[in-house]
Nanobody, 113 residues
Framework: QVQLVESGGGMVQAGGSLTLSCAAS????????MGWYRQAPGKQREFVASIGSLGSSNYADSVRGRFRIIRNVVTNTVTLQMNSLKPEDTAVYYC???????WGQGTQVTVSS
C-alpha cells in the first residue's frame, strides 16, 4: 500500500522560506517520478514541481528559480524547498506519486504580505 505523508507547512511572511517534506512508504522514490502540486482556495490543483526516476526535475514557471525539489533515496523522502515566498504561493501543497496515482493528505502553506 502506497502512502505519502507531507509535513513542514505553516505560515510565513512574504520573502520568507519554508521546506516541505513527503515521506513515502510502499513505494521506492528512486524508481518512481514524484511531484508536488498545490491548490489555492477556489482554484484547481496545479503542478508545482516534479523529479523523475533519473533525478531530472521540472518546475512550473511561477516557481522556477525560487523552489527546489530534492529527493533522498536513503530516507525515501521528497523535499520541496521554497524560497522568496509570495502571497500567491498560499495553498494546500500535495505530494504525488505520479505513476501510482497516489496523493498525500496535503499541508497548508500561508504567506502573508
Amino acid at each position: 500500500q502506497v502512502q505519502l505523508v507531507e509535513s513542514g507547512g505553516g505560515m510565513v511572511q512574504a520573502g520568507g522560506s519554508l521546506t516541505l517534506s513527503c515521506a513515502a512508504s510502499g513505494i521506492t522514490i528512486r524508481t518512481n517520478s514524484m511531484g508536488w502540486y498545490r491548490q489555492a482556495p477556489g482554484k484547481q490543483r496545479e503542478f508545482v514541481a516534479s523529479i523523475g526516476s533519473l533525478g531530472s526535475s521540472n518546475y512550473a514557471d511561477s516557481v522556477r528559480g525560487r523552489f527546489r525539489i530534492i529527493r533522498n533515496v536513503v530516507t525515501n523522502t521528497v523535499t520541496l524547498q521554497m524560497n522568496s515566498l509570495k502571497p500567491e504561493d498560499t495553498a494546500v501543497y500535495y505530494c504525488n506519486a505520479i505513476r501510482a496515482g497516489v496523493w498525500g493528505q496535503g499541508t497548508q502553506v500561508t504567506v502573508s504580505s
